[in-house]
């Protein structure tokens, strides 16, 4: 879909984005045409508005929640807190988390929620009221629950307002046992897990680390296999951008560009992601940074600079037809949900290039969620029951090798071999081990069929596939 300047064309054309993915990569399936159709469109919307009072009067609020769906259950998706935010957005990101779900075998359906405010124009206060209202619009007409719809953080929340929500719904289901299931990313002390709020950047980079570690690959679009000394530019230092930089940089990539919507920051020897998180904090702006050779007050400019990945991690439709020529890097890297529109990519690809698509890359989030949600049912954290018999079973092997070797360890070895793991460590290798996988799988389709042209077709055609085969389980088609 060609870009145009009209508001109302742009506040439509995402979904239709997501559905002209769809329908290219179904041609790849062998589908009925109505199971193809049941599976792209949006089972569920609902849109809703509510009043909250603010001063001496009152504000109407417009709300959203999409269930895509419900070939398993429950659905899932995050809820975005944005002045931006429209029906064909949700639709687009309910859609989205449909696929992305498949994709790194999670068994949620796709879900998204928006609430149409700009939360710095509001209090803390006008915040909760709105959060809690949001949830109890939810509750009546019975699109949240731990087995029906389970809401996380997006696009202006956090795990605050996963707080106000889950204490919501418990307080509207009493005696609810499973009620903090009903929603993921809550605090940890508010029955939240260790990693989820990192998790959606450390997919990203563990996405980018894989990809660059195929040798065939990387030779075909003229790099190096390996993440070292890859030089990568972050769109975003929001959580997803934040946690893709410092996790890239940990991997051993080099930051060499940072871009905000205030603009952009640029040396090629390379950035301290935490000072200029700091500096932002500090100043309001990533301009000044004493450590930038260049500045661009155009943030779009920053995209532009010399790298060999860029991460795309703020809003959608950020490369398109008017800048993609003027991308030097060779891989993107989506952490953003669509930040590029189809006619970007294929302008890419023709070029050389290769993109992890939106709905593989950034699954860290939906991935740890999951884990979360698992936790919530099962009332016990990840390695409470387990971790000390590990240690002391580990202890009983160190101490049974050192008796028959005479070779006494150091108290740093000792440690190391016998310690247990952690919940941390334990999401932290579940989402390592489910991104690695999730990259091989789409290679492989797209390896073995020459006429998938894109990373993303080809998992595409692994998440309708897989939602295909749940359909049929279902006994709705044969």
Partial sequence: MATTNSAADQDTHFFGDVCKNFDYAAQFTKHDSGLLDQIKSCNSVYRFRFPIRRG??????????????????????????SEMVNEDEVMALAALMTYKCAIVNVPFGGAKGGIKINPKNYTLQELENITRRYTVELIKKNFIGPS??????????GEREMSWIADTYATMNPGQLDAMGAVTGKPIALHGIAG???????????????????????????????????????????????????????????IVGLCE???????????DVDAVFQHRKATGSILGYAGA??????????????????????????????????????????????????????????????????MYANAGGVTVSYFEWLKNLSHVAFGRINRRFEENSNLNL??????????????????????????????????????????????????????????????MVGAINKIAVSYQNLGVWP
């Fill in 56 to 81: 001496n009067g009152f504000e109407v609020i417009d709300a959203w929640r999409v269930e895509h769906s419900q070939h398993q259950s429950p659905t899932k998706g995050g809820i975005r807190y």
């Fill in 148 to 157: 029906i719809d389970v809401p996380a953080p997006d696009y202006g929340s």
């Fill in 196 to 254: 989820r709020k990192e998790a959606t950047g450390r997919g990203v980079a563990i996405a980018a680390r894989e990809c660059v570690s195929v040798g065939e690959d990387m030779q075909k679009i003229g790099l190096l296999p390996g993440i070292s000394g890859k030089k990568v530019i972050v769109q975003g230092l929001g959580n997803v951008g934040y946690h893709s930089a410092k996790f890239l940089a940990e991997f051993g990539a080099v």
């Fill in 261 to 271: 919507f205030e603009g952009a920051i640029y040396n090629a020897d390379g950035l």
């Fill in 293 to 358: 050779k260049q500045e661009f007050k155009n943030s779009l400019e920053g995209l532009e600079q010399p790298c060999d990945i860029l991460v795309p991690a703020a809003l959608e439709n950020q490369i398109t037809v008017a800048n993609v020529k003027n991308i030097k890097a060779k891989i993107i890297v989506e952490g953003a949900n669509g930040p590029t529109s189809p006619e970007a990519e294929a302008i890419f690809y023709s070029n050389g290039g290769l993109i992890i698509p939106d």
């Fill in 398 to 459: 160190v101490n049974m090798v050192e008796g028959i070797t005479g070779i006494a360890l150091t108290p740093m070895q000792r440690s190391t071999i016998i310690k247990g793991a952690s919940e941390l460590e334990l999401v932290n290798s579940g989402l390592e081990d489910t991104m690695i996988r999730s990259y091989h799988e789409i290679r492989e389709i797209y390896k073995n069929n020459p006429k998938i042209d894109t990373l993303r077709s080809a998992a």
